[in-house]
C-alpha cells in the first residue's frame, strides 16, 4: 500500500513547487521541522480551524502551526490589533506602553513571573533564560531531560533526537549534541537527567550541584510527545533544586497559556524560579519571552548602569526586534481574549472529545495504539506500550505513523507534523462536528495502516 499516492495525487502544484522552493533553500523548507516524505503541501492562506494549499485543498487543522494558533487562525481581535499597530508604528527601537502592557499581562498571569523581557522565539527565551541563571548563580552546567527539546541553540540541542547507542545508560545519559556544527566543549556543561526517574535524577544533580546553575525543564514533556509527569516528579524536582542551590526553569514555550490561564505552573501547582513562554502567547505571531523571581531577573543590568558589584558584571539581554509592536499588539490582545471567557473550557473540552475517541477509534479497529494527552494538547503513539519515560517512546512504531498521518492528510485532516515526536492541539474555532469528523477519518486511517 503506498500510503503517499493519494496525496500526491492531490498536490500536483505543491510538488512542483517543491522543485523551485528546493532549488533556493535546503530541503524546501524555512524549518527542518517542515521537511517530510514526499515533499509538503505549500500554504496559500489559513482561516479559523482551516489551511488552503496552492492545490485549493482545504485542511482540517491540528497541527496549528506546532502550538501558536489556540484561539483558531485569524482571530478578528488578534488581526485587528495587527492591523491597528502596523497603521500605528512599525519599530522604533524606543520602548513601547503596548510592550508594556503585555508585560505586565504575562507577569499578572503567571505565578513565577515577577519580572519578564521579551523575545522573538522560543530558541531565544530559553537561551536567554540560561544565561541568566549562570550569571545569578555564578555556574556553568545545566541539566535537562534527555530526549527534550528546548530550542535549537547549542545548550539546548543536547541529547534530543539521539540514538540508544549515543545516549547510552538509562541511569546517566550522555550529553551528546544533535547534529553537527556544535562545539565539543558544549557537551561537558550540559547534564542529560531521565523524566520522570526521581532516583536518578536525583544522582546526577547531587554529583553536579557545585557546577550546576539551573535545570531546564518542560512541565509536560510535550517535545517528545506528551510525557505526563509521574509520582510527584515535579515537586519532587522543586524541592531538590531549592536545596541544591539550582536554578529551575520550566520551559512552557509549548505550554505556556495553552494548559491554562497561569500555564502549567498554574494546573499542577508547582512555581518554577524561571519561565519560558513563546507560541500561545502570540495567537499567531512573534512573541517568546522569559521571566522569574525578580531578584534572579536583575542579573539584567546593562554594563556599567548598575550599583555596587552589579558594576559591569550583569547578564546581557538585548535584541533590535524584541518586544516589536506587532507582538506586543498581537500578544496582548490574544491574552485579554484567553483571560476572559470560555477559550480553555471549549479547548480542554475538545481536546479529551478528540484524544479519547482517537483512542476508541483505534481500540474499534484493533490496532495498538496508546493516545496521551492533557487538555488540548496530546500524541498518538503506535503502540501498547506504557508510556512514561522518554525512552518508553521508542517502542513507538515511527514508520506506521507517518503512514497514518499521510493517510489522514489525503482525507484532509492534519494531525500535526508527521513525526512521532511532535504532539497536536485543538483550537477554539473547532467545533464538535469538525473533531468527531477527524475521528472518522482518523478511523480509517488506522484501518489503512493496521497489518
Ligand atoms: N522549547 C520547547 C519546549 C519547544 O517545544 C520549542 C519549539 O517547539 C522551543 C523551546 C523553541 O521554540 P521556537 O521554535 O519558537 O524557537
Redesign the pocket.
Known sequence: HDHAARFREQTPKSRKFHDRAASVTPLGVESNVRAFDPYPFYTESADGSYITDIDGNEYLDFLLA??PIILGHNHPEVTSAVQEMAETCDITATPTRTAVQFMEKVKEMTPSIERVRMAN??????MHAIRVARSYTGKSMIAKPEG?????HDY?LQSVWASEEALGPAEEPNAVPYGTGIPEQVSETVAPIPFNDKENTEKILRKHADDMAAVII?PIM??CGCLKPRDGYHEFLRDLTEELGIVLIW?E??TGFRLGPQSAQGRLGVTPDMT?F??AAGGGYQV?GFGGRREIMEEIVPPGKGEGEKWNSSAFHGGTYNGHPLAAAAGLATLEVLDSGDVYDHIDRLGDRLFNGLQDAADDVGIDVNVQHIGSMGQVYMTDADIHRYRDTWQANEEQFADWWLEAAADNVLFGNPMQGERFFTTYTHTDEQVDHAIEVAEDAFRAVNH
Open positions: 506546532l502550538g522565539s522560543g530558541t531565544e527565551a530559553t527534550g527539546y528546548a530550542g535549537a539546548a518542560e510535550f517535545s520551559d514555550v509549548m519560558t513563546a507560541k517568546a
